[in-house]
């Protein structure tokens, strides 16, 4: 059974300051998906990830993909309180259903 | 830009009645989806929908639970008698083609069993 765990679950960054979310995925998966859900919203689709070594960038905002050791980070650069969010990783692994990790609270704090 | 949408917004229901949950996914998408969170916890895949069949469902998706189309742009999930812990926000989603296109999510209905 695909597993999906996401850390941390909660993070607190002060505006400007980097930071990495991390993904990992219990057995082989097909695609890997980064989302963002605004509260009461929601999910919208940030990044696809399809091989390993794939790496996609949006604003400050960069996921990679290591098919190997079956991880995606999803890299928050100079953070801005406009990312406040929750952001869900969800793999996609041998059947049409995506299997979501618990999701990321991130504040991000002036 | 198209988009899927959902009705109702919020729905306020009795323990043991019924609902109905539509959807209107992308006119072009072929393959429709149900997911629902419950409040504070993760999204969970319930059933996937294609040339007018059920594809794959979760463990989730028992006898109380059905999916149609019935006509050729809504997608409906009916919960037939409703409990207490059915209480969980509900996503809709969309894809172009069979399992490895991106899912675009709707907007949700807020489903409040009392």
Known sequence: ELKVEQNPLFLSMQEGKNYTIYCNYSTTSDRLYWYRQDPGKSLESLFVLLSNGAVKQEGRLMASLDTKARLSTLHITAAVHDLSATYFCAVQGGSEKLVFGKGTKLTVNP | ?114
Not at chain 2, 45 to 63: G, Q
Request: proline share 4%.
């Open chain 2, 1 to 114: 830009e198209p988009e899927v949408t959902q009705t109702p917004s919020h729905q306020v229901t009795q323990m043991g009645q019924e609902v109905i949950l539509r959807c209107v996914p992308i006119s072009n998408h072929l393959y429709f989806y149900w997911y629902r969170q419950i409040l504070g916890q993760k999204v969970e895949f319930l059933v996937s929908f294609y040339n007018n069949e059920i594809s794959e469902k979760s463990e989730i998706f028992d006898d109380q639970f059905s999916v149609e189309r019935p006509d050729g742009s809504n997608f409906t999930l009916k919960i037939r008698s409703t409990k207490l812990e059915d209480s969980a926000m509900y996503f809709c989603a969309s894809s172009v083609s069979r399992a490895l296109e991106t899912q675009y999510f709707g907007p949700g209905t807020r489903l409040l069993v009392l």
